[in-house]
């Protein structure tokens, strides 16, 4: 069936934000079948083009290495802004605002949406989730606390939209940021 909810960006991505467990993979796959917009997931776009896992990317060539394949990626696809090809959904990585250079791509090259998630429900949805490198720890809670307390700023700084969604679903969270992108590129 034709996508039925389509968004006129005049090119540019929508891009979503936030940390991990957030809901970015869910709610990009969703947004890119409703408006046709294809989706960009850069977590699974390094690992294709690396050709391995983004923990083996951590172990081998370390955490410094994969941020800047997330730099590399946002510039390649900076280039693509303003064209057909640019009318896309970004699902990021939740670390991709700690590079000073890639909150200002992401404030710069599209209409950017942050998910913004409690600790707690951070925590329920990353429960059974064993390929995230920064979470390989017993002491989840702490660490998710501590990665809230320091992207919080950052996420602010890099997004046009902050949406409080712990206590609203996942699913239910999908007509906001579509009527929220209507809006933005109206
Ligand atoms: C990371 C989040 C992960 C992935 C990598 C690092 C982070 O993406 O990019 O494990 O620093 O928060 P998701 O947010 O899609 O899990």
Not at 71 to 93: D, F, H, M, Q
Not at 147 to 167: I, V
Request: glycine letters at 8%; proline letters at 5%.
């Amino acid at each position: 069936m034709e996508p039925c909810f389509p968004i006129d960006t005049k090119g540019h991505p929508i891009i979503l934000v936030g940390l991990m467990g957030c809901g970015k993979t869910t709610i990009g796959k969703e947004l890119s079948r409703m408006t046709g917009m294809p989706l960009i997931d850069m977590d699974a776009i390094i690992e294709e083009q690396i050709g391995k896992s983004i923990s083996a990317i951590f172990r081998d060539e370390g955490e410094n290495h994969f941020r800047a394949l997330e730099t590399a990626l946002l510039r390649y696809i900076e280039k693509t802004v303003g064209t057909e090809k640019g009318s896309v959904i970004i699902s990021t990585g939740g670390g991709v605002v700690i590079k000073p250079v890639n909150r200002e791509l992401l404030r710069r090259i599209g209409f950017t949406v942050w998910l913004n998630v409690d600790v707690d429900t951070l925590l329920e949805r990353t429960a059974r989730s064993d390929n995230r490198p920064l979470l390989q720890t017993p002491n989840r809670r702490e660490i998710l606390e501590k990665l809230h307390r320091e992207r919080t700023p950052l996420y602010a700084e890099a997004a046009h939209l902050k949406l409080d969604s712990s206590n609203i679903s996942v699913r239910d969270t999908i007509p906001l940021v579509h009527e929220a992108a209507l809006e933005f590129f109206a």
